[in-house]
């Protein structure tokens, strides 16, 4: 591929002539100029991009004009959706012609969102049994179902599906990348939906993963996603927590579920299979003792005891299952399946049983599943290694806090802010109910439900209110219903897609929820016109990652972890209010620190450009003029 011989302004007034609101947007002007500089002079850049800058085209255009691979990684499924359904065929077709040659794109999914094409042979055919057991005669049904749109799909990806399989279904008819041998020893590894996904990856012009994805790609030394010049990382206010999550280690109990079952395939040994089994059920009682706790390395004497353990009887399966010889197709390959999560296994219980000095262990989890980690304390190292000296990065985000460049190692980014095109000053107004007690005081949840009462009233309904916990939320949903006359879901009430479709179809609707749909909810028009925020986002004191990383920096981690991090909750949930030029409406916060504390212009500062009010009544006047 060869450069464009037009300059990235003229290929963007291309393109955003071809929409069908075109509209000249400065921001977005300044950002793709930016991208392209980056891209020529090989810098990295960081770019905050308010809602409505059009920040996709921004980077796509000059990644497409430079005529080199780039990878973009989304940390939203919705986004990557948009890419692949929507903005890459538009610069397709619109773009074809002034860039000389056809654009190329793929979305790379791990390996466990695919069809396995030989799974479902040896289920099909009768082989594999033990697969089919307790699935009961609906579920067969489902597989059969299955076995037919696989013949027809081009992509197996269980996306495609007009409605999800049940968990159990999917998982007896796919693989996980610790369980895969690879193509070179599949026999249908030549038409292998995830490996025929990673050919298509590797000829593209532009490659979509999630996130998570690209960090597995980190740890494994580039040996997942093909070769690339440049990297895109939309969404980047999550990149830390997310490279955190996947260069480390995790380990559950389920995982040596998955491993009994995978080994009971191929061997018929059952005081083995209850060995590894049982281990699992040992180490999953001793470490929920400690769910929510950080550990100490060297790792707690029960915890290691309980790992030794179960090393123990995987290296005695993995000796019986290499024992084995057969010429059978089917059997060789569970038989292969085994050997490798035998092999993959029992590599992470020994990186979790010699864990670096540079590293914090924690169990955490919902209570009955817990999960070992031990993730890095600063992932500035890994990612300088694996990605700032490889290749040339763009980190966008609508949201970006200003310690993101420190905390993620990123040598001297340029840094920039394009703003966003709407008229905030306008159509927006601030809101701090400061004559609330304190959200310490044992008065404030009853007079929090007092102002969302008022509030709501003011506003027809129409309200999305945000709370920092689920207790916080049902008793706040609880305490408004029948008193405002207006229908009020909780995020107890439907999945997250439904829920929110439900409270986009009745202008009336309140919509109270957690801190899982601060951002990711992208309602326009009338029928979301007040986001409440009941406390300032402050992560948890208590979180055993952040604790470590606490006491690494001292004095200084509240400035460097809390608050950026509660700055970035705050604006991506006042985001969620205005989404087009048209929409109006406020965004109420209902804790007085936001007005009282020395580091309120840190949090303020971050948000978008709003008026400022600490008048309920101006508040509410606002609301009425839109409802009216």
């Known amino acids: 591929m060869s450069e464009s011989p037009l300059g990235v302004g003229e290929l963007l007034d291309i393109a955003t002539s071809a929409l069908p609101a075109a509209e000249r947007r400065p921001g977005q002007r300044e950002m793709a100029d930016a991208v392209d500089r980056a891209i020529a002079d090989g810098r990295h850049l960081v770019v905050q991009a308010g809602t409505g800058t059009g920040k996709t085209l921004a980077y796509l255009v000059p990644a497409l004009r430079a005529g080199r691979t780039v990878v973009v990684a989304t940390a939203t499924k919705a986004l990557q959706d948009q890419l692949a359904t929507k903005d890459l065929p538009f610069l397709a077709e619109h773009l074809r012609e002034p860039l000389g040659r056809d654009l190329e794109w793929a979305v790379l999914k791990g390996r466990s969102n695919y069809l396995c094409r030989q799974r479902l042979a040896e289920i099909s055919s009768g082989d594999d049994q033990l697969a089919l057991e307790g699935l009961g005669?609906?579920?067969?049904?489902?597989?059969?179902?299955?076995?037919?749109?696989?013949?027809?799909?081009?992509?197996?990806?269980?996306?495609?599906?007009?409605?999800?399989?049940?968990?159990?279904?999917?998982?007896?008819?796919?693989?996980?990348?610790?369980?895969?041998?690879?193509?070179?020893?599949?026999?249908?590894?030549?038409?292998?939906?995830?490996?025929?996904?990673?050919?298509?990856?590797?000829?593209?012009?532009?490659?979509?993963?999630?996130?998570?994805?690209?960090?597995?790609?980190?740890?494994?030394?580039?040996?997942?996603?093909?070769?690339?010049?440049?990297?895109?990382?939309?969404?980047?206010?999550?990149?830390?927590?997310?490279?955190?999550?996947?260069?480390?280690?995790?380990?559950?109990?389920?995982?040596?579920?998955?491993?009994?079952?995978?080994?009971?395939?191929?061997?018929?040994?059952?005081?083995?299979?209850?060995?590894?089994?049982?281990?699992?059920?040992?180490?999953?009682?001793?470490?929920?003792?400690?769910?929510?706790?950080?550990?100490?390395?060297?790792?707690?004497?029960?915890?290691?005891?309980?790992?030794?353990?179960?090393?123990?009887?995987?290296?005695?399966?993995?000796?019986?299952?290499?024992?084995?010889?057969?010429?059978?197709?089917?059997?060789?390959?569970?038989?292969?399946?085994?050997?490798?999560?035998?092999?993959?296994?029992?590599?992470?219980?020994?990186?979790?049983?010699?864990?670096?000095?540079?590293?914090v262990a924690f169990v955490s989890g919902a209570p009955g599943s817990p999960s070992l980690e031990i993730a890095p304390l600063d992932v500035g190292p890994t990612m300088e290694a694996g990605v700032w000296s490889r290749r040339t990065a763009i980190l966008t985000s609508a949201t970006v806090p200003r310690s993101l460049p420190e905390r993620i190692g990123l040598p001297e980014p340029e840094v920039i802010d394009v703003g966003s095109p709407f008229d905030y000053g306008e159509n927006s107004l601030l809101y701090c109910a400061m004559h609330l007690p304190a959200p310490n005081d044992p008065d404030f949840r009853a007079a929090t439900h007092e102002e969302l009462a008022a509030l709501i009233t003011a506003a027809g309904g129409r309200t999305l209110a945000l709370f920092t916990s689920w207790a916080a939320m049902d008793e706040a949903a609880s305490a408004l219903t029948g008193r405002v006359p207006h229908t009020i879901l909780t995020q107890r009430d439907l999945p997250k897609p439904a829920l929110v479709a439900a409270f986009a179809e009745d202008e009336s609707t309140c919509l109270f929820a957690t801190a899982g749909l601060f951002q990711g909810v992208d309602v326009p028009g009338r029928t979301l016109s007040l986001v409440v925020i009941d406390r300032i986002p402050f992560p948890r004191p208590d979180d055993p990652l952040l604790s470590a990383r606490r006491d690494r920096l001292g004095r200084a981690a509240f400035g460097q972890i809390d608050l950026p991090r509660a700055a970035t909750m705050l604006a991506q949930a006042s985001g969620r209010l205005i989404r087009n030029d048209a929409d109006r409406g406020v965004v109420a916060v209902l804790d007085r620190r936001l007005g009282t504390a020395g580091y309120r212009w840190d949090l303020i500062s971050a948000l978008p450009p709003m008026r400022r009010t600490r008048d309920r009544a101006e508040a509410e006047r606002f609301l009425r003029t839109i409802t009216d």
Do not use: K
């Open 137 to 359: 005669d609906g579920r067969r049904e489902e597989i059969a179902a299955l076995a037919s749109w696989a013949e027809s799909s081009e992509t197996g990806d269980q996306a495609e599906l007009d409605r999800l399989p049940d968990p159990a279904v999917w998982r007896a008819v796919s693989v996980t990348s610790d369980e895969c041998p690879g193509a070179s020893r599949c026999p249908l590894g030549s038409t292998c939906f995830a490996e025929v996904a990673r050919d298509r990856a590797s000829t593209a012009d532009v490659v979509v993963v999630n996130t998570h994805l690209y960090g597995l790609n980190v740890g494994a030394d580039d040996a997942i996603l093909p070769e690339h010049d440049i990297v895109v990382f939309d969404e980047a206010h999550v990149l830390e927590d997310v490279m955190s999550d996947t260069v480390g280690v995790d380990l559950s109990p389920s995982r040596f579920s998955t491993v009994a079952s995978t080994v009971r395939r191929i061997i018929d040994d059952p005081s083995l299979i209850a060995s590894i089994s049982d281990a699992g059920i040992a180490f999953g009682e001793i470490i929920e003792g400690h769910r929510g706790e950080r550990l100490e390395i060297p790792l707690p004497a029960d915890v290691t005891a309980a790992l030794v353990t179960a090393r123990g009887s995987l290296e005695r399966a993995s000796a019986v299952v290499n024992a084995i010889e057969t010429d059978v197709e089917d059997a060789r390959q569970r038989r292969l399946r085994a050997q490798v999560i035998l092999t993959r296994s029992t590599e992470m219980i020994d990186r979790t049983l010699s864990p670096s000095a540079d590293t």
